[in-house]
């Protein structure tokens, strides 16, 4: 069952019902203010922290779901009551003609009619603006004259998130706003330590406005029947304390077959400490640098220039990487929206979705480094200032802590270090980035350790720091001592916690000499693989030597101690057990160290990487994707931790964690296996899932972090979508993988290994600067091997692109064949 559709030409999903099984929601922003917006007009606004600097109220977990939000209400001023609806449904969820959401790049348009009244309202953010606009287009379809009453309305957070939630003795007590010339200013904490406020105006004069809460909604009632929309008049109410909001009366006439715009705006504003008011010694917000910025978006060209510069920028964007393939998934994913998750992931990391408060976790070291594989191609200078943020956090160890706060870029000493995969992370991120760029010199940066000036030491030199963190932790098998958790946050082999509530993540009671990881020591040798690259272009002989013993070593250990028969361990606990082996009574087999293994090139030769991928596909693969691990547990076991905390098919507890299957089908692509490659893909693959939205009930434009197991009650259910790995993972499975467009670091390698029943596909890619006109044929209706390329018609060796400069667009044509 579907509850809307794609419109791939306008790179729009369309929802057709409001009542989706869960709010589906899109991001507004891609500078430094933000918004998340359901499909319903539900969320929230923040500028650059979601904790810190939060416009509006949401209420996470709340009965009905999605409550907060940039609500509209219409009112009937001719008629009887009930008389005034939501035109985007929430929150009176008065029934609808004609519903529509249009989620779009940057964007989301909600339109609806009630009893002759079409409506529809575009959200999104201009680029260079710190503020929303909301740009409301009514038409009047009756045969006559209607009055009609439109208010606006958000509800003001008192700036951190966090505590807005919490401190209610407080925060009853300081809410303030000012109202002048028909403009809403919320100054919280302003006329002390702030420099910043809010404001909410409208293109229109007001017939009234109201800023306290319980003014405009009435004694116990709630934002479904505000007193004053029933009423139809607003009080002109002041906040003092309590809850402070903005709401905004417009009436209007509209003749017959009429329609009207106008725009309300919400933004966010800075003034330099000395200027803060005016007059000086007066408590009255200075308005002179903000008023000109009301003025000029308040205007309609405006307005549409600002959408027509957004829509550029989106386009610009995606033009990087476009494809054209027998199917219409791997082509609508590829094109718009797994692009669209990857900036969502660059810019808020895991810190606000509806699964994510906004106010919990800082910067993931791995995630970072990881969403980074993904967007590096659409933001190179970004990325680079991300590597180097993240390289300054590490420690002198080579260690890295867990996280970091995006505002002070310093490390997260609550959560800590000793996630034992977290360094060689940074080599992956590196790696990819010098690929892509050609930019050598990024090595040659100096960049502090800890945060701590005068520790600087050029990049390069952290690599190997991170290198040698894993060398200098060996346990009993040579395999990698695991720490805190690997890439799986909840595998806690040293944590042993009996107390309710203690963190799984920084609790250890072991010491922590002897659980191993079997993930490790794959994910080691495939970050040495480049280490040995990048070191010998750099003229580091000898570095590029000790890498590649590293290897052997690493190699050995984990075919004496790391292969279990017909797959790969998972790891060894605190007692020198195996975990993830046919000997365990549950968890016998994991999905991770299938991937990370075969891609770091172990059991190629041998035949063990076949045999851990049919391993895989027998034991871990569902129609809904493949699981974590398998059988989950079922009880609580002490030496494992976290990942037995869930029930089984949940979340690290053997669920499909979306994260992980792309490296199943790089495993299987590199076994030139295309059409289980692409399967596996589509599995998981949100477009494909949207024929059942019922059962995925997430949004089928984005991949969410887990889809419970088969063990689960709700096999199939999506949960914590947008914000996750699985989005620059799926990418590069898809792009680098299957259809093999490759960057490596002496140019682009073209090695699609595709499903044999394509014709082909085409592909433009920018690559250092260059457009690419890619076609690939497959005549013969192979999976993998490339007979031919030719570059501009001139047949050159071999399939890698170099791109000398030579014009600025050149046409590829590459065949594969037997
Ligand atoms: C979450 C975390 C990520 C971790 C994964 C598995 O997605 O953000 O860092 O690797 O869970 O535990
Ligand atoms: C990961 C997991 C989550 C766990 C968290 C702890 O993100 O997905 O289940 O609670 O790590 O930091």
């Not at 920028?313 to 797994?338: G, S």
């Not at 990857?342 to 994510?356: D, H, K, P, V």
């Not at 499909?656 to 790089?666: A, D, K, L, S, Y």
């Not at 692409?678 to 494909?688: A, E, K, Q, R, V």
């Amino acid at each position: 069952m579907q509850f809307g559709y794609f419109d791939d030409e306008q790179r729009e999903y369309v929802i057709t019902r409001p009542d989706t099984p869960l709010p589906w929601i899109n991001y507004l922003g891609c500078e430094g203010f933000f918004g998340i917006i359901s499909n319903t007009a539900g969320g929230y606004s923040f500028y650059k922290d979601a904790r810190l600097r939060r416009l509006t109220r949401y209420r996470y977990n709340n009965a009905p779901l999605d409550t907060g939000g940039r609500y509209i209400y219409l009112r009937d001023d001719d008629a009887g009551s009930p008389n005034f609806w939501s035109p985007t449904w929430q929150p009176t969820r008065t029934p609808l003609q004609g519903y529509q959401c249009r989620h779009g790049m940057g964007y989301t348009t909600i339109q609806s009619t009630f009893s002759g009244i079409k409506a529809e309202t575009r959200y999104f953010i201009p680029l260079g603006a710190n503020l929303e606009i909301w740009q409301l287009t009514l038409a009047n379809q009756r045969p006559e004259a209607v009055n009609l009453s439109v208010f606006a309305t958000v509800e003001f957070c008192l700036w951190d998130a966090m505590d807005d939630a919490t401190n209610f003795q407080r925060n009853y007590s300081v809410g303030e706003v000012e109202v002048v010339d028909g403009v809403i200013y919320h100054k919280t904490e302003y006329r002390e330590r702030r420099d910043h406020f809010s404001f909410f105006t409208c293109s229109e004069r007001l017939a009234g406005f109201d800023t306290d809460r319980e003014a405009f909604l009435g004694a116990y009632r709630g934002w479904d029947s505000p007193a004053a929309v029933e009423r139809g008049a607003l009080s002109n109410s002041i906040a003092h304390g309590w809850q402070p909001i903005g709401a905004q009366h417009v009436r209007l006439h509209l003749e017959a077959g009429e329609q009207r715009s106008m725009v309300f705006l919400l933004g966010y504003h800075e003034n330099p400490l000395d200027s803060k008011f005016d007059p000086p010694g007066s408590q009255t917000i200075n308005k002179r640098s903000l008023t000109p910025i009301i003025q000029r978006y308040l205007q309609p060209t405006e307005v549409k220039s600002s959408f027509d510069q957004l829509h550029g920028y989106w386009l610009e964007l995606l033009e990087k990487f476009q494809v054209h393939t027998p199917d219409v998934h791997t082509d609508r994913m590829v094109n718009t929206w797994n692009v669209c998750q990857l900036m969502a992931a660059f810019n808020f990391s895991r810190s606000a979705s509806y699964f994510e408060s906004g106010i919990g976790r800082g910067m993931g070291f791995r995630d970072s480094n990881q969403d980074l594989l993904g967007f590096v191609h659409l933001l190179p200078a970004q990325a680079r200032s991300r590597i180097l943020d993240l390289a300054a956090t590490q420690l002198p160890t080579g260690g890295a802590y867990h996280q970091y706060q995006p505002l002070t870029r310093r490390g997260n000493n609550e959560v800590g270090s000793g996630f034992n995969d977290d360094p060689l992370w940074l080599v992956l991120s590196v790696a990819a980035y010098i690929k892509e760029t050609g930019d050598w010199g990024i090595l040659d940066e100096p960049v502090v350790y800890d945060n701590t000036p005068g520790t600087e030491e050029i990049l390069y030199e952290h690599l190997e720091r991170s290198m040698q963190y894993t060398l200098d932790r060996l346990g009993p098998h040579g395999l990698p001592l695991i720490g805190r958790a690997d890439w799986n946050d909840c595998l806690n082999l040293n944590c042993f916690s009996t107390s309710p509530g203690q963190s799984f993540q920084t609790t250890t009671n072991k010491d922590g000499k002897v659980a191993e990881s079997v993930f490790i020591a794959g994910l080691y040798i495939l970050a040495a693989r480049s280490m040995i690259q990048i070191a010998s272009m750099i003229a580091r002989e000898k570095s590029a030597r000790v890498y590649s013993q590293a290897i052997d070593q690493m190699e050995q250990a984990v075919g004496e101690a790391g292969w279990d028969g017909a797959w790969f361990r998972r790891a060894y606990d605190d007692f020198g057990e195996p975990v993830g082996s046919i000997t365990c009574s549950e968890g016998q087999i994991f999905i991770e160290p299938q991937g990370i293994c075969v891609m770091a090139g172990l059991g190629l030769a041998d035949g063990k990487a076949r045999q851990a991928l049919d391993s895989v596909a027998e034991r871990l693969a569902t129609p809904h994707g493949i699981q974590l691990h398998q059988p989950g547990y079922s009880h609580y076991y002490l030496n494992l931790g976290e990942i037995s905390s869930y029930p089984p098919g949940y979340k690290e507890n053997g669920s499909v964690f979306c994260h992980t299957n792309p490296w199943i089908m790089i495993a299987e692509a590199m076994l030139g296996n295309g059409a289980m490659a692409h399967d596996y893909y589509l599995n998981i693959n949100p477009s494909m899932r949207e024929q059942i939205s019922e059962v995925h009930r997430c949004e089928p434009y984005v991949y969410a972090q887990m889809i419970a197991g088969r063990e689960a009650p709700t096999y199939g259910e999506a949960k914590n979508s947008w914000l996750t790995g699985a989005a620059a993972w799926n990418y590069v499975a898809i792009t680098q993988w299957i259809l093999g467009i490759r960057p490596e670091f002496d140019g682009l390698l073209l090695d699609p290994c595709i499903p044999p029943e394509w014709d082909g596909f085409s592909v433009e890619r920018i690559f250092r600067g260059k457009l690419l006109h890619i076609c690939v044929h497959n005549p013969q209706h192979v999976s993998r091997g490339v007979t031919a390329v030719e570059v501009d018609g001139l047949k050159i060796e071999g399939n890698l692109v170099i791109c000398e400069p030579a014009g600025d667009e050149h046409q590829v044509d590459v065949w594969l064949g037997k």
